[in-house]
Structure formats: C-alpha cells, structure tokens
C-alpha cells in the first residue's frame, strides 16, 4: 500500500514539473533580464544583486537548469567593467606545492557537512598557509574550531561584508586578499555572485577551483572555475554532462572524514543514552529540513512503523528532525520508540550506540552517512527512481561503493531492515567491511595523496578562456522531473530582496525598502536602510 501510494506520487511529480519548470524558466529568463539592463545602466550593485536573486530562485524553483551562461555572463560583465585594477598574479610552476590557499565561503556555522570538510581540510594539508574569506558572514559566530584550524595554519580570516559595503566593493576587496594567494578555492553557496565578479578577469586571479557540494543544485561559478572538485561520481557525471565542464577540468575528490575512535562499545553507548542493552538501535542524522517533507501523507516516521511494531526491541533515533508534529501518531503507536532528537553537534554517542544507520529521505545525507559508516555501522538508503538518470538525487561517493544497501521501494526497505536485524553477523561484518573501505578512501592519509594530485593539476592546467555565452536551454527530463518536489522550497519573489538590501547603493535601498515596508509593514525593517558592514555588526549586538 505504501509503495503504490509512493509510485502514484512519483507519476504525479512528473506531470506537475512538466507545468512548473517552464513557468519558473520564465520568471528566472526575467530576473536575468532585469540584471542584463541594469549592467547596460551601469548600476552594478543592483545588477548583481538581481543576478543573485536569479540564482536563489533557480535553486527554490527549478528552471530545469543546473548552470546558466547568461547569469554568469552578467556577473563576469560587472566584474570586468566595475573593477579596473592593476592586481597580478604569479602562476605556480608545475613542480611547486601551493602554499597559500585562500578558502571562500559565503558564511560558515557550526553545524553541517560543509564547515567539517573545510576545519578537516586545514587541519590536514599542514603544508599549506590557509586563509579564509567569508563574502556575508551573517550575526552567526565563526566556529572556534575554524578559527584555531586558521590561526595554526599562520593564516587569517576575512569577514568582507564588515570590510566593506556593497556587493562590487566587496568583491574588489576579495579580488585584493587573493593576490596573495597561490590558489583560490570556492565553497560558496549555490546564488553568491561576489567571487564570480571577484574574479572575472583570469589574468588577475590565480587558480580557481570550485568544489561542488551542492552537486543537485544550480550553481553560480563555472564561468570562473579552472577546476570543479566534485566530491562523488554522480556529481561528476552532471558537472561534465549538464554544466558543461570539460573532462580535463573535472576532477573527483572525497570528502575526508576523521578517523573514529570509540569511547564506548554499542552496549555503554545506548546505556548513556537510556536505551536497553538489548535493543536494536536505526540511526538517522541530517539537518530538520531533510526530514520535513511527506510523500502523500507519509513521514519519514510512518515507514518505519512495520518494523518497530514487529520488533518491540527495535528503536529509531533521528538526530536533527527537532519537533516533528506530524510524527505524533508514530511515535504514539510504538509507545515512544520513535525519538524526534533536536540538532546538536554532539552526534558520536548517537553513532556509537547504532546498529542500523537509514539515510534521510527523500533529501539524502551524504556526510551522516560517511560518519556513521566509520564507526563500522551498517548503511541503507533509499532511490524510488525507476532510472539512473535521476542519480544525482541518491546517495553515493567513493568510500560508500560497494557496501552501502540502496533499495528501490518501501518493500525492499523494510525486508532488508528485517534482514539487518536478525542477522546480527551480517549485520556486523557488513558494518566492518564499510568502515574499511571509508577508512582507505576518505580517511586523512589517502585522501591527502588525492589533495595533493588535485594540487598539481590546478598548477598545470591551463587558465580557463573566456567563452562566448550560450542561449540558456531549459530540459524537461530526470533528474529535474523530481528537483521541485524532492528539493524545492516557498520562494517570494518580493521578499527575496530584503537580504540584499544593506548591499546596495543608499538610493536604491531606500527605494526598494520603501516598496517593501509599503507592502509588508514597517516592523523590524528599519535596519536593512543600515549599510551592510554596520548591519552586521547590528545584528551581532542584538543576538
């Protein structure tokens, strides 16, 4: 019954994409438009600001694009007309290691994937003198663990949007830190259109590599990437495919994950946790909004009733899914074996008490799985698509080859969670044979040697040629069919300008906020007409 029911959802998400994408291609070839005619006014700020609104609605409303040469046409436009600049750069020879890396990252916060691979990238290539620049830290505090990674590595990190205002200004600024640097590496979220104008003009800038953890999604940056670091096969597979990225400038790297040490065995572990020794203990960790949505009505709790009801012993733990409501009816009727955990970054006790780790759906967790499979815990994720062309939406990477259970319906799903449960030596011995095989791919040691291949060919290819933009064509097949459903979001197109706002230029802002506070009210909005270097700072005093 579950299983037909999601089969009728998946026919169903079809034909509504095929009504969604061309209207959001629409409103997306409008905004970019909108950027085009404000770079012909020479309003660049506003322009860029446009640009990145583009971007963020491609991501929320799939437009059937992974990558736009017309956006990135706009924002290299801006950076190669705002910025005249005598800055020069020294290119490495192929038998020199950098030395200065300068990381770039929209803003960094404690908890998710992303900020553990940059700490663990610094901490292992000691080589290196590593800097970062964040383009819009927002009132969030840098983690402390970033900046001692930083600090030991006799490097800095810059915060630009307290170093200077606008988005042009800012992107001079980070254009000037990068001279600095031997090669630039980008970890910016999928709409920041600050390094794209940073470094549009090649022969200013050193290297740039783009590492691709947002691989599902459009993203702004192939038109400045000498190198896109993909961090699993099916990303690498789009990069070249629908981004056009060529072969030679498409390289794999795994995410490095830190070795595991436990401090407890299964048994102290689920006893700190106040579970019986006896137990059998499904894990799940990913950020709330992986497990907010419902496939007709069904939750990520109700899946998992047959089992829990069928294994009075049987407990899931989902770490991240904070206070789901509509998990109550679940939770009742296995009398609280279902536990709805808040975020925390203090998940090792959770991955030590696990049997059974059972990945998010149907958002996937890539890192949560890495991590729990290095405590020599048992993996399983689902893919409900009837094809590999929808690849990019499941679960993979270079260490999970082999071991990771993918099945393809709630059926098989349940049969190989029962399998998992009663087979405690396949149980253990496939959780072992997991922890190995991550061990060797992306534990510090390996992965170094992958770094430092990566490293060398960033010196050796040549410098990305400014092309002439194609025609954005919008594709109407998988994986996109599914993006609106599976990764799609509320998007107000009014409101989306509201965190741009302290970017701009006075007159603008004023307007745009005055548009704003017409139509939503005046409350809490009167300092987005602060700039963005005090409004940061304002908002660090009110948290």
């Known amino acids: 019954m579950l299983e037909t029911t999601l089969q009728d959802t998946i026919s169903l998400w079809r034909e509504e994409s095929l009504r969604l994408i061309p209207q959001n291609f629409e409103v997306f070839q409008n905004l970019v438009a909108r950027a085009e005619n404000l770079v012909q006014r020479r309003k660049y700020d506003e322009a860029a600001v446009y640009a990145g609104i583009a971007a963020w609605f491609a991501c929320a409303q799939p437009c059937g694009l992974f990558v736009s040469s017309q956006l990135e046409q706009v924002l290299l436009t801006i950076g190669q007309k705002a910025i005249r600049s005598s800055y020069q750069t020294q290119n490495l020879s192929p038998s020199q290691k950098p030395r200065k890396i300068l990381h770039v990252c929209t803003s960094v916060v404690s908890i998710g994937g992303l900020p553990k691979m940059l700490c663990r990238w610094i901490q292992q290539d000691k080589e290196s003198h590593h800097s970062v620049a964040l383009t819009n830290q927002d009132f969030n505090k840098i983690p402390q663990i970033l900046k001692d990674s930083v600090n030991e590595s006799e490097g800095k990190i810059y915060i630009l949007n307290r170093l200077a205002n606008g ?6 600024k980070l254009r000037e830190i990068a001279t600095k640097a031997d090669l630039v590496i980008l970890h910016i979220h999928n709409q920041d259109v600050i390094p794209i104008i940073a470094f549009a003009n090649k022969e200013q800038s050193p290297p740039v590599l783009f590492v691709d953890h947002a691989d599902h999604l459009f993203w702004l940056g192939a038109g400045i990437s000498d190198v896109v670091v993909n961090l699993r096969e099916s990303g690498m597979r789009l990069s070249q495919q629908r981004r056009g990225i060529e072969a030679k400038r498409n390289v794999l790297l795994p995410t490095i994950v830190e070795p595991t040490y436990r401090k407890f065995s299964r048994s102290q572990a689920k006893q700190q946790l106040g579970i019986e020794d006896n137990s059998i ?3 799940s960790i990913a950020r709330a909004i992986k497990y907010s949505k419902t496939v ?5 709790a109700d899946v998992h009733l047959p089992i829990l009801q069928k294994y009075k012993n049987a407990y899931l733990l989902v770490v991240g899914a904070n206070n789901q409501e509509d998990w109550a009816t679940a939770i009742n009727q296995t009398q609280g074996r279902i536990k709805a955990i808040a975020e925390t970054e203090n998940t090792a006790i959770y991955y030590q008490a696990a049997d059974i780790y059972v990945d998010s759906f149907p958002f996937v967790s890539i890192t949560s799985l890495l991590e729990a499979g290095s405590y020599g815990v048992p993996l399983v994720t689902r893919y409900p698509y009837s094809s590999e062309a929808s690849e990019i939406l499941g ?16 059926e098989e799903y349940t049969a190989c969670l029962t399998q998992l449960i009663e087979n405690e030596e396949y149980r253990l011995s496939l959780g072992e044979a997991t922890k190995n095989k991550i061990a060797q791919t992306h534990w510090p040691a390996n992965w170094q040697l992958a770094l430092e291949n990566l490293y060398a060919q960033a010196t050796i290819i040549p410098r990305l040629s400014e092309r002439s933009p194609l025609k954005d064509q919008m594709f109407l097949g998988e994986p996109d069919l599914f993006l609106p459903q599976v990764h799609g979001w509320k998007f107000d197109l009014d409101l989306a300008i509201q965190p741009y706002l302290t970017s701009m230029p006075f007159t603008q802002r004023l307007y745009h906020w005055w548009q704003l506070a017409k139509k ?4 809490n909005r009167l300092s987005l007409l602060l700039p963005s270097w005090l409004y940061s700072y304002y908002q660090k005093l009110k948290s």
């Not at 939503?520 to 409350?523: D, M």
């Open 395 to 410: 679960a993979d990477m270079p260490g999970l080859t082999g071991n990771l259970i993918r099945v393809g319906n709630i």
């Open 520 to 523: 939503y009210g005046f409350n």
């Open 296 to 300: 007709n009505g069904i939750n990520f």
């Open 281 to 283: 203990v499904l894990l």
């Open 167 to 172: 988005i042009v200004d800012r992107a001079k």
